[in-house]
């Protein structure tokens, strides 16, 4: 079974930094796009960055000149390095992957969550 693992998450003062990451495990074939996706208290669950199997990426607005996400093939995994953390970035951040998994087709897999706190 396909399971999508996160860390990294905690609390971190306005102005700081945190790096979270992502392993896809199981019998994964092939990965075609990763991300973060976000939830506030009281919001809706929103795009935060994506990148493609090309390396191709897509930001949000909001953090774009701030986060950085990558990947690495080779381990089935994401990061989202997140620089100049502000308490609107406060959040459960999600781990997202479409891919292909042996014998399952492709589909969307999501993590279980890590949460994110910006505060003095």
């Known amino acids: 079974q396909v399971q999508l693992v996160e860390s990294g998450g905690g609390l971190v003062q306005p102005g700081g930094s945190l790096r979270l990451s992502c392993v896809a495990s199981?019998?994964?074939?092939?990965?075609?796009?990763m991300g973060w996706y976000r939830q506030a208290p009281g919001k809706e669950r929103e795009l935060v960055a994506r990148i493609f199997r090309n390396d191709g990426t897509n930001y949000a607005d909001s953090v774009r000149g701030r986060f950085t996400i990558s990947r690495d093939n080779a381990k089935n995994s994401v990061s989202l390095q997140m620089n100049s953390l502000k308490p609107e970035d406060t959040a459960v951040y999600y781990c997202n992957a479409d891919l292909e998994a042996a014998a399952m087709g492709r589909t969307d897999y999501w993590g279980k969550g890590t949460l994110v706190t910006v505060s003095l």
């Open positions: 199981g019998p994964v074939f092939r990965i075609y796009v």
